[in-house]
């Protein structure tokens, strides 16, 4: 079992960028397939991104594809997304999640969970 924290989230004007940070502690980060979602108000938990346990492998929302990218360093316990060319419409809060159960994009397949960071966007 692992525990996740997010930080890097805050308030940036459209077409910036942010990069969040979502640090596990616990043993074995290497073995667990990472993931991104987000939920913005009144909307259901959304996924954004993925990335395997070695980083061989990573899948996109349509919607972030060529804006955000996802990466791991898994002697530091860490997964990173890069988002760029923000918009409102990414306005969230966005979760990190962790699963060995199967390489999914649904929220349902991730184990473990961090409490999320604000993400605003301002047009």
């Known amino acids: 079992q692992i525990q996740l924290a997010e930080s890097g989230g805050g308030l940036v004007p459209a077409g910036g960028s942010l990069r969040l940070s979502c640090w596990a502690s616990?043993?074995?980060?290497?073995?667990?397939?990472m993931a991104w979602f987000r939920q913005a108000p009144v909307k259901e938990r959304e996924f954004v991104g993925r990335i395997r346990w070695d980083a061989g492998k990573t899948t996109y929302a349509d919607s972030v594809k060529g804006r955000f990218i996802i990466s791991r360093d898994n002697a530091r316990n860490t997964v990173f997304l890069q988002m760029d060319n923000l918009k409102p419409e990414d306005t969230a809060v966005y979760y990190c999640?962790?699963?060995?159960?199967?390489?999914?994009?649904?929220?349902?397949?991730?184990?473990?969970w961090g409490q999320g960071t604000q993400v605003t966007v301002s047009s």
């Open positions: 999640a962790a699963t060995r159960r199967a390489w999914s994009e649904s929220a349902r397949g991730y184990q473990e």
């Open positions: 616990g043993p074995e980060f290497d073995t667990w397939d």
